[in-house]
């Protein structure tokens, strides 16, 4: 199993972005579905979190800004962010705990930089 993130980027402060993570390979179920972010010098951090029931989680730094979701059929997970600023400015991950044929495990995604300027 192998997850696939893509659609960071360059953007103006201000600005939006969407992000994207894809799961490939055999699996049974995805359960809780992550989006983390580790900016220079910092540590990693959890960014928003949708359960496979649906329910959300926002760090407080994004909440109001960022909206998760996720298409099961898709095995895919999404970030949007609006109102974006500088110190959004990270390497974001998506992570997620998957069910293959006899384990649960925590996968992660490669990373996608977002670098917003002022």
């Known amino acids: 199993v192998q997850l696939q993130a893509s659609g960071g980027g360059s953007v103006q402060a201000g600005g939006s972005l969407s992000l994207s993570c894809v799961a490939t390979?055999?699996?049974?179920?995805?359960?809780?579905m992550d989006w983390y972010r580790q900016a220079p010098g910092k540590q990693r951090e959890l960014v928003a979190r949708?359960?496979?029931?649906?329910?959300?989680n926002y760090a407080d730094s994004v909440r109001g800004r960022a909206t998760i979701s996720r298409d099961d059929a898709k095995k895919a997970v999404y970030l949007a962010m609006n109102s974006l600023k500088p110190e959004d400015t990270a390497v974001y991950y998506c992570q997620a705990d998957i069910v293959t044929q006899d384990r649960v495990g925590a996968y992660w995604g490669q990373g996608t930089l977002v670098t917003v300027s002022s």
């Open positions: 949708i359960t496979n029931s649906g329910d959300t």
């Open positions: 390979g055999s699996l049974r179920e995805i359960m809780d």
